[in-house]
């Protein structure tokens, strides 16, 4: 069966330093993948996504950026951390247009 | 104006009452989510459904494309359905990005 994973579960940092939050997906092969943002009281928001190696697309200008070094692999970045960048990310996957599964989260504080 | 839009956003009810929780989006779509959102922040996917209707258990999804509008419905409600419930479309055309609502933040007293 497939499984995602994500990590760390929590995160405070301070503005400015460096962030990498990372997501891996067990047990299914090209999938497409996602990092979604919730910020407090507001919806999810869409950040960046892929659907293949290398292959990333950003849907809102910001300082984060998005890779994907290995099928199964995505990573979240920040060379330096905003105030604004405080929520609680999500990493999700899919299979061709079938229904996003959703992992566990990161919950960021940046102070 | 968003293009989803869910009502209402707080919800409080008693136990085994009938929960309705709705949803109108203004976008051509492929198909329309219900996630569940537990208070720990993890989503469970609840529902993908692009015509008629979708039951579960105790959860009904139903969307009337011509309407854009769907609902998502707790029969006998319980203190553990208490959570966020998003509803969420995949736009046409647009591969899988996916537009979220809001969320309608439920709570079920015992």
């Known amino acids: 069966s497939q499984t995602i994973h994500q990590w760390p579960a929590t995160l405070v940092q301070p503005v400015g330093s460096p962030l990498s939050l990372e997501c891996t997906v067990e047990g299914t092969s090209n999938p497409n993948l996602y990092w979604y943002r919730q910020a407090a009281g507001r919806g999810l928001q869409l950040l960046f996504y892929?659907?293949?190696?290398?292959?990333i697309s950003s849907e809102v200008p910001q300082n984060l950026s998005a890779s994907r070094p290995q099928d199964r692999q995505f990573i979240l970045s920040s060379k330096k951390l905003l105030l604004s960048d405080s929520g609680f990310y999500l990493c999700?996957?899919?299979?061709?247009?079938?229904?996003?599964?959703f992992g566990p989260g990161t919950r960021l504080t940046v102070l | 104006k968003n293009e989803v839009e869910q009502s209402p956003q707080n919800l409080t009810a008693q136990e085994e009452e009938f929960i309705t929780i709705n949803c109108s989006y203004s976008v051509g779509i492929s198909a329309l989510h219900w996630l569940q959102q537990h208070p720990g922040g993890g989503i469970v996917s609840l529902f993908m459904?692009?015509?008629g209707k979708k039951k579960h258990g105790r959860l009904i999804a139903t969307i009337n494309i011509q309407e854009k509008h769907s609902s998502l419905h707790i029969t006998a409600s319980h203190p553990r359905d208490s959570a966020v419930y998003i509803c969420a479309v995949s736009r046409m055309n647009r591969d899988d990005k996916i537009i979220f609502g809001k969320g309608t933040r439920l709570h079920i007293l015992p």
């Open positions: 999700a996957w899919s299979v061709n247009s079938d229904t996003q599964y």
């Open positions: 892929s659907i293949g190696i290398g292959q």
């Open positions: 459904l692009s015509s």
